[in-house]
């Protein structure tokens, strides 16, 4: 590599790991496993100032060596566009200053990693987690006084943040019965910084729950400017928020329309939503909640290994695990939890989020509906294989650093919602009635569009979004609340499915047309991956390069590239 362009890359992630150690944690460099963050005003204004240092250091590499070779060019773009995102999020959003998740993600996800992954011997960690745990009441002292001006806050990061508290408390005491007991010697000292964060953690608890509870007037809404701005830079997508609006609202109408149309070939004498009502009364039962998704995660394993649908990478295993308490509030459903890139390890987790045990007979007969046996086909395609845990795996094993750390979601989540439509195509989906639970899915994820560009630009209230998500999208509204919060949070994702799946599928349609006989979808799919998790926009000038074909001239967004049919 250009030796400017890889000492400033060096340099930005020594920044990276200095400013969030969680981070560094995370994807697996353990130098800093002892430290939680710095969120003293001084310190993040630090991280500002750095962001922008790194931006004219790059601008400058750019301009005194215009030679970079395919890689070079693609890494420098991809960490032009990350740290500008960074910068401007911290600009505008300025989240230390607004939203309460941010200290629990930063503690939370500290501890989880230190627990859950088996880099170093249990002892070892635990000494580590305890050291980040007696860190806690003075990252929390910072989060206070950085939380001062209640009329700041968005009300919907506050409901998140106090619904994460509880899970947090109950994360910390799952930690100190489980792992204690185990940790020899050292967890003596983690039982005591676990009391300690405990403590800490309640009296935060009491500051959401009275000073800023009943003066939390913030907007969650970012605006256009912010948004377009994301989209472009973020996503790689050639679209604005009205033109992104128009495609979700068209997506929801053709969707529906395809839903009533599959629904008929099963029961004509029923509608979709009558269907599926009745189809969730087939679900695991509680306790046999994990073994049923191990078992389908096994089959999808096999199936992609056997059929050729894409390469598997040396060294991958998932575990099937219930979602953390810590995270429940905002992964009502099910997520997936990469290897960290620089990990030796690379195993993955899948979070299957079960009902909550205070929760009445018939919540949690509502929320297990929605783990319905027909549909654990679709969601293990998405989180599993050939979805989530394979994409990731691979991008973890790619030589270029900054294509490791740097990701979209119209990547990772476009192909993973891409995976359940092609493994429905390949013969996965056995099920009849798996193809209508496919286009409730879509019809969810469309909804997503409307609902992203919604809140975040037009002025749509949270109660409206969790309507239309049980209105139309038939989500039950305990899962279509907590969906709904984390659109709140984690503005122009949730639009990052649907457009990147159809950008996926334009891309797959325009190389199958160049390749013509020669066209395998195994090589594609394979060379897809094979870019990191970047913008679909930015892996297409790639391909068509390859193909002799310049891959500049067309928007790489929904509606750009041949229409599929689909």
Not at 118 to 139: H, I, T, W, Y
Not at 418 to 426: A, I, L
Request: charged residues 25%.
């Amino acid at each position: 590599m250009n030796p400017a362009l890889a000492r400033l890359i060096d340099g930005y992630f020594d920044y990276l790991w200095d400013a969030s150690p969680t981070t560094a944690t995370a994807v697996g460099v353990h130098d800093r496993d002892d430290r939680l963050a710095d969120f003293d005003p001084d310190a993040i204004a630090w991280r500002l100032e750095a962001l922008r240092s790194f931006r004219r250091d790059l601008d400058r590499i750019l301009e005194s060596s215009p030679l970079l070779d395919e890689d070079e060019a693609l890494d420098a773009k991809v960490f032009g566009n990350g740290i500008d995102v960074e910068a401007r999020l911290l600009e505008e959003v300025r989240a230390p200053y607004r939203d309460p998740a941010v200290y629990l993600d930063e503690i939370l996800y500290g501890i989880y990693h230190l627990v859950h992954r088996e880099f170093a011997p249990l002892p070892e960690r635990a000494g580590l987690a305890a050291s980040r745990l007696r860190q806690v009441p003075r990252l929390l002292r910072q989060a206070a006084a950085n939380l001062s001006q209640p009329g700041e806050i968005p009300e919907t990061w506050l409901v998140s943040a106090r619904k994460q508290l509880r899970g947090s408390l109950t994360f910390l005491a799952d930690v100190d019965r489980e792992v204690v007991p185990l940790a020899a010697a050292a967890g003596r000292d983690l039982a005591e910084a676990i009391r300690e964060a405990t403590q800490a953690l309640e009296t935060f608890g009491r500051l959401l729950a009275g000073r800023l509870a009943g003066r939390a007037g913030g907007s969650f809404a970012i605006g256009r400017g912010l948004f377009d701005f994301l989209v472009r830079a973020h996503h790689g997508l050639d679209l604005d928020a009205d033109a992104l609006h128009d495609f979700g609202s068209d997506l929801v109408a053709r969707t529906q329309e395809r839903l009533v149309s599959a629904a008929r070939t099963v029961d004509p004498s029923r509608s979709w939503q009558e269907l599926v009502a009745a189809w969730k009364q087939d679900h695991p039962a509680r306790r046999d909640f994990l073994a049923g998704y191990r078992r389908e995660v096994l089959r999808a394993r096999d199936f992609v290994k056997d059929r050729g649908v894409a390469s598997l990478p040396p060294g991958e295993r998932l575990n099937v695990v219930e979602t953390p308490p810590f995270q429940r509030s905002i992964s009502p459903f099910a997520a997936y939890l990469p290897p960290g890139p620089f990990e030796a390890n690379q195993d993955g987790l899948f979070w299957v989020t079960p009902p909550e045990d205070e929760a009445t007979p018939q919540e949690q007969e509502a929320w297990l509906g929605e783990h319905l046996a027909a549909g654990i086909p679709l969601t293990v395609a998405h989180e599993a294989y050939p979805g989530h845990h394979l994409q990731l795996t691979v991008a973890n094993q790619i030589r270029s650093k900054v294509r490791r750390v740097f990701t979209t979601p119209v990547l990772v989540e476009g192909w993973a919602f891409y995976c359940e439509q092609m493994m429905g195509e390949q013969g996965f989906l056995e099920d009849p009635r798996t193809r209508v639970l496919q286009l409730k899915d879509e019809l969810w994820r469309a909804c997503r569009v409307v609902i992203d560009v919604g809140i975040q630009t037009r002025g749509m209230a949270i109660e409206e979004a969790i309507g239309m998500l049980h209105e139309v999208a038939r989500l039950e509204v305990p899962t279509a609340r907590g969906e709904a919060l984390r659109y709140a949070r984690t503005a122009t994702q949730p639009l990052a499915y649907a457009t990147g799946k159809h950008a996926i599928l334009g891309l797959r349609e325009e190389v199958r047309r160049l390749r013509g006989g020669s066209f395998s979808l195994r090589e594609f799919h394979d060379r897809l991956l094979s870019l990191g998790s970047i913008p679909v926009s930015l892996i297409r000038e790639r391909l068509l390069g390859e193909a002799g074909v310049s891959g500049r001239s067309r928007s790489p967004g929904p509606g750009g590239g041949p229409a599929t049919g689909r």
